[in-house]
Nanobody, 127 residues
Framework: QVQLVESGGGLVQAGGSLRLSCAAS????????MGWFRQAPGREREFVAA????????DYGDSVKGRFTISRDNAKSTVYLQMNSLKPEDTAVYYC????????????????????WGQGTQVTVSS
């Protein structure tokens, strides 16, 4: 199985930027589709972004399109989430997730499709 560790969360003012990282270990990273999800208090887990095994295909949740960018570096076994123009409603715990899916250009957006999860990193956006 694969282990995931997120980093890069913190407190930022509205309009600012953060970059989250998720380092993977345990298996061949390029055999996994990677996703980012978030969960705010009292709310369901929400799809943020996903990237396929080689970075050639991505998808984003409607609330983050045009502001967030997902990317991956297979040589470093790391996936990134660049978050720009942050809003208070982006405040949540952000989770990295992995799905074993090599050589596919279709990305999964449902949390139930991902078998492996990190512990989460808090992002707080102040107004």
């Amino acid at each position: 199985q694969v282990q995931l560790v997120e980093s890069g969360g913190g407190l930022v003012q509205a309009g600012g930027s953060l970059r989250l990282s998720c380092a993977a270990s345990g298996r061949t990273f390029s055999n996994y589709m990677m996703g980012w999800f978030r969960q705010a208090p009292g709310r369901e887990r929400e799809f943020v972004a996903a990237v396929n095994w080689n970075g050639g295909s991505t998808d984003y949740g409607d609330s983050v399109k045009g502001r967030f960018t997902i990317s991956r570096d297979n040589a470093k076994s790391t996936v990134y989430l660049q978050m720009n123009s942050l809003k208070p409603e982006d405040t949540a715990v952000y989770y990295c997730a992995a799905k074993a899916e090599a050589l596919s250009y279709v990305v999964a957006v449902a949390s139930r499709d991902y078998a492996y999860w990190g512990q989460g990193t808090q992002v707080t956006v102040s107004s």
